[in-house]
């Protein structure tokens, strides 16, 4: 209906990436291997005592094997069931290849010899298969096969450039898809949902994805992106169907089904539907708690094999949910307490002072006064310097600028950048119970709003980091100036002033300041420290120090820190260019978020530059700046999302248009002498919208 096939949708014939080669039932092959008729088997990676279904019981008939081999990163369930283990190497140290559905070929090339003779799994099957070759001989063989003979040398290089095989993918078929009939039609009477009769959807985790990532801390601390939960899945669920089962948040609750139980707490989240219960995979997985000084086993999450069947990989109906009345501590970064209809009404009314919404039609009739009439009331504002306070000809000896614009519009709220910048700054991971203290270290932080009703709720994602304010209020009140700002635009730390007073941090109107209340680099125990000095943990803790970026100083206990713009990569950058006696250009120097952002949401540059990108995004008619009533002038700008629901879709929050009008000017520009006549609209707004 709306045209897409062949252009924002192709058609495609797939290609099986091994001609001539059928994949074999689990169910099936645990029974062979119960049966004793399997004398060897290898295990390439995957962790299937721990992923398979609860109901195959794959572990045991694994055990019964006489020779069992496993290629892994290292030691896990699987691990401990098999008699061999063999060291695979990481994807970064290896040579790989990928075929996509499309027929494309792209090949991948290591970045740095295997640091504990590793082996990729395209060598091992070569030594099984009596063929003794190095990976990139394999992957350059593979490669000619997908070419249609030999690659020239000079293919070959480019292919290795570029990353991929050109030439090679499918063509798009020409055709229609038929979808009449294809969407189900009906209501939902949440009345008539009955307890026995609830689902169960399993479903990877954002940030442990099946498990595989579960010994990675970064990940374990890293926020969910809806429930923002961190060492911990749980039960989740609408809060209309929490109240009708009589579950509370943070309550242990008891899923059902036949003799198969699984206890997991409960998470109350808006927009879930109703007679379903999400819950992740990934968790329930056995580690040491580095935290004690002890080699305690600990579970991390909890496994849900024991109601996941094979026959029920992604969807269980049938269940029943009882109560325990027992409490559990769960952690989340944002919503600390459970959200209820109170709390999101006034969240909604409180995130319009932060994020800035409309259509394509009320932005462009109204332009940049129409963000910024988004914003709340306020007085005009003024000023105890001369404004501009900082004009960038003022010093013709300054060369740079540095500013950041955030597009709310493609954002997904993936926390890519989140772990980009953990990687890059060398951020601490501290642990569920120093995050429930609120002492979580990451630099940005993704926020996520719910707006409308309970039950569909529109969602808004805003990466919030330090906005390098250039009349910073955490500057004015460091007494040793260990927080100062740079010629450049940048509020810089200086970690061997800092003597630890917080009252940066307390003066931050964005809360993006971290405060190391404890050594976690070299005695909390968490991520680049160990406690216990044996064999194993001193070649653990030499193996983790490469983690470390060489260019970004690690901070100790009683050091404020926060994001500093990579000032690392501006440095190098200015440096590169300085040496080949030219200036930097424009998307030469990126920050580590900007890198990892997948729809380039982000974007950092030379706002001196009137032809760079940043700045004609920070010109742009949607941007703004969050909080800008403070008057801090933040160098980071946000532009405002952008809304094109259907009118007939439209909930009666989503109709603004009455409420804008109403609030007109009064935002401490030119018009703010009708500011009077305003405040009797917007409080007749506001009794409006809370009749809706």
Same mark, same amino acid.
């Given at each position: 209906?709306?045209?897409?096939?062949?252009?924002?949708?192709?058609?495609?014939?797939?290609?099986?990436?091994?001609?001539?080669?059928?994949?074999?039932?689990?169910?099936?092959?645990?029974?062979?291997?119960?049966?004793?008729?399997?004398?060897?088997?290898?295990?390439?990676?995957?962790?299937?005592?721990?992923?398979?279904?609860?109901?195959?019981?794959?572990?045991?008939?694994?055990?019964?094997?006489?020779?069992s081999?496993?290629?892994?990163?290292?030691?896990?369930?699987?691990?401990?069931?098999?008699?061999?283990?063999v060291?695979?190497a990481?994807?970064?140290?290896?040579?790989?290849?990928?075929?996509?559905?499309?027929?494309?070929?792209?090949?991948?090339?290591?970045?740095?010899?295997?640091?504990?003779?590793?082996?990729?799994?395209?060598?091992?099957?070569?030594?099984?298969?009596?063929?003794?070759?190095?990976?990139?001989?394999?992957?350059?063989?593979?490669?000619?096969?997908?070419?249609?003979?030999?690659?020239?040398?000079?293919?070959?290089?480019?292919?290795?450039?570029?990353?991929?095989?050109?030439?090679?993918?499918?063509?798009?078929?020409?055709?229609?898809?038929?979808?009449?009939?294809?969407?189900?039609?009906?209501?939902?009477?949440?009345?008539?949902?009955?307890?026995?009769?609830?689902?169960?959807?399993?479903?990877?985790?954002?940030?442990?994805?099946?498990?595989?990532?579960?010994?990675?801390?970064?990940?374990?601390?890293?926020?969910?992106?809806?429930?923002?939960?961190?060492?911990?899945?749980?039960?989740?669920?609408?809060?209309a169907?929490?109240?009708?089962?009589?579950?509370?948040?943070?309550?242990?609750?008891?899923?059902?089904?036949?003799?198969?139980?699984?206890?997991?707490?409960?998470?109350?989240?808006?927009?879930?539907?109703?007679?379903?219960?999400?819950?992740?995979?990934?968790?329930?997985?056995?580690?040491?708690?580095?935290?004690?000084?002890?080699?305690?086993?600990?579970?991390?999450?909890?496994?849900?094999?024991?109601?996941?069947?094979?026959?029920?990989?992604?969807?269980?109906?049938?269940?029943?949910?009882?109560?325990?009345?027992r409490?559990?501590?769960?952690?989340?970064?944002q919503?600390?307490?459970?959200?209820d209809?109170?709390?999101?009404?006034?969240?909604?009314?409180?995130?319009?002072?932060?994020?800035?919404?409309?259509?394509?039609?009320?932005?462009?009739?109204?332009?940049?006064?129409?963000v910024?009439?988004?914003?709340?009331?306020?007085?005009?504002?003024?000023?105890?310097?001369?404004?501009?306070?900082?004009?960038?000809?003022?010093?013709?000896?300054?060369?740079?600028?540095?500013?950041?614009?955030?597009?709310?519009?493609?954002?997904?709220?993936?926390?890519?950048?989140?772990?980009?910048?953990?990687?890059?700054?060398?951020?601490?991971?501290?642990?569920?119970?120093?995050?429930?203290?609120?002492?979580?270290?990451?630099?940005?932080? #993704?926020?996520?709003?719910? *707006? %409308?009703? =309970? &039950?569909?709720?529109?969602?808004?994602? $805003?990466? /919030?980091?330090?906005?390098?304010?250039?009349?910073?209020?955490?500057?004015?009140?460091?007494?040793?100036?260990?927080?100062?700002?740079t010629e450049?635009?940048?509020?810089?730390?200086?970690?061997?002033?800092?003597v630890?007073?917080?009252?940066?941090?307390?003066?931050?109107?964005?809360?993006?300041?971290?405060?190391?209340?404890?050594?976690?680099?070299?005695?909390?125990?968490?991520?680049?420290?160990?406690?216990?000095?044996?064999k194993?943990?001193?070649?653990?803790?030499?193996?983790?120090?490469?983690?470390?970026?060489?260019? #970004?100083?690690?901070?100790? *206990? %009683?050091? =404020? &820190?926060?994001?500093?713009?990579?000032? $690392?990569? /501006?440095q190098?950058?200015?440096?590169?260019?300085?040496?080949?006696?030219?200036?930097?250009?424009?998307?030469?120097?990126?920050?580590?978020?900007?890198?990892?952002?997948?729809?380039?949401?982000?974007?950092?540059?030379?706002?001196?530059?009137?032809?760079?990108?940043?700045?004609?995004?920070?010109?742009?008619?949607?941007?703004?700046?969050?909080?800008?009533?403070?008057?801090?002038?933040?160098?980071?700008?946000?532009l405002?999302?952008?809304?094109?629901?259907?009118?007939?879709?439209?909930?009666?929050?989503?109709?603004?248009?009455?409420?804008?009008?109403?609030? %007109?000017?009064?935002?401490?520009?030119?018009?703010?002498?009708?500011?009077?006549?305003?405040?009797?609209?917007?409080?007749?707004?506001?009794a409006?919208?809370?009749?809706h």
């Amino acid at each position: 209906k709306l045209d897409n096939i062949g252009k924002g949708v192709q058609i495609r014939p797939s290609r099986s990436a091994i001609e001539g080669v059928a994949p074999v039932n689990l169910s099936d092959l645990t029974e062979t291997l119960v049966k004793g008729a399997v004398d060897t088997v290898w295990i390439l990676g995957d962790n299937p005592a721990y992923t398979a279904p609860g109901n195959l019981k794959f572990a045991d008939a694994l055990s019964k094997v006489p020779h069992s081999v496993y290629l892994a990163e290292f030691g896990d369930e699987t691990a401990s069931v098999c008699k061999w283990n063999v060291p695979l190497a990481h994807p970064l140290e290896s040579w790989s290849d990928v075929l996509g559905v499309d027929g494309s070929y792209g090949v991948g090339q290591p970045q740095i010899l295997p640091l504990l003779g590793g082996k990729s799994q395209l060598e091992i099957l070569s030594l099984l298969a009596g063929q003794a070759e190095t990976g990139e001989a394999i992957v350059k063989a593979t490669a000619g096969v997908a070419f249609g003979t030999q690659l020239p040398l000079r293919q070959w290089q480019e292919t290795l450039h570029s990353g991929f095989l050109a030439g090679v993918a499918s063509e798009p078929l020409s055709g229609s898809l038929n979808v009449e009939g294809a969407a189900p039609s009906g209501t939902l009477n949440l009345e008539s949902i009955e307890n026995g009769s609830l689902e169960i959807i399993f479903t990877i985790s954002d940030t442990l994805y099946d498990g595989r990532f579960a010994k990675n801390v970064w990940m374990q601390e890293l926020p969910q992106a809806m429930t923002k939960l961190v060492w911990d899945n749980a039960a989740i669920m609408s809060p209309a169907m929490a109240t009708k089962l009589n579950l509370k948040q943070g309550e242990i609750v008891r899923l059902v089904r036949g003799d198969a139980t699984l206890e997991l707490p409960v998470f109350l989240m808006p927009g879930q539907a109703h007679g379903s219960i999400t819950v992740h995979l990934g968790y329930g997985r056995v580690c040491r708690d580095e935290a004690v000084d002890s080699n305690e086993q600990v579970t991390v999450g909890k496994d849900v094999a024991p109601l996941r069947t094979f026959d029920n990989l992604s969807i269980l109906t049938g269940v029943e949910a009882r109560s325990t009345s027992r409490p559990y501590k769960l952690v989340t970064t944002q919503d600390h307490f459970a959200i209820d209809k109170l709390g999101l009404e006034t969240t909604a009314e409180r995130a319009g002072m932060l994020i800035r919404e409309g259509t394509v039609e009320q932005i462009a009739e109204g332009g940049a006064d129409y963000v910024d009439h988004l914003g709340i009331h306020h007085p005009p504002l003024e000023s105890l310097w001369e404004e501009p306070i900082n004009t960038f000809e003022s010093d013709p000896t300054v060369t740079y600028q540095w500013g950041m614009a955030i597009d709310l519009n493609k954002c997904t709220g993936c926390n890519s950048c989140v772990v980009a910048c953990q990687s890059e700054n060398n951020i601490s991971v501290v642990g569920k119970e120093q995050v429930s203290r609120g002492r979580e270290m990451h630099w940005i932080r #993704v926020d996520r709003y719910f *707006r %409308g009703e =309970m &039950e569909t709720p529109q969602i808004v994602n $805003q990466p /919030v980091a330090c906005v390098h304010c250039e009349t910073a209020p955490c500057e004015q009140v460091c007494p040793v100036a260990a927080t100062v700002h740079t010629e450049e635009g940048i509020n810089a730390m200086t970690y061997n002033r800092c003597v630890g007073t917080r009252y940066c941090a307390n003066n931050c109107p964005y809360k993006v300041r971290r405060f190391n209340y404890f050594n976690y680099n070299t005695e909390y125990g968490y991520f680049y420290g160990w406690k216990q000095k044996g064999k194993l943990e001193e070649a653990s803790r030499q193996l983790q120090q490469l983690v470390l970026n060489p260019d #970004v100083t690690v901070r100790g *206990r %009683g050091v =404020m &820190e926060k994001c500093t713009y990579c000032i $690392q990569r /501006v440095q190098n950058g200015k440096i590169h260019a300085r040496n080949e006696g030219r200036a930097v250009e424009d998307g030469e120097i990126q920050s580590a978020c900007q890198t990892a952002c997948p729809t380039q949401a982000i974007v950092f540059g030379d706002l001196k530059d009137t032809n760079t990108q940043v700045s004609k995004l920070q010109n742009d008619v949607r941007a703004y700046a969050m909080l800008g009533e403070l008057n801090i002038k933040p160098r980071t700008l946000y532009l405002a999302r952008v809304r094109n629901t259907h009118p007939r879709l439209k909930l009666a929050h989503q109709l603004l248009e009455a409420h804008h009008d109403a609030h %007109g000017a009064g935002h401490g520009d030119e018009h703010s002498a009708e500011h009077s006549a305003e405040a009797s609209a917007d409080g007749a707004a506001k009794a409006e919208h809370s009749a809706h």
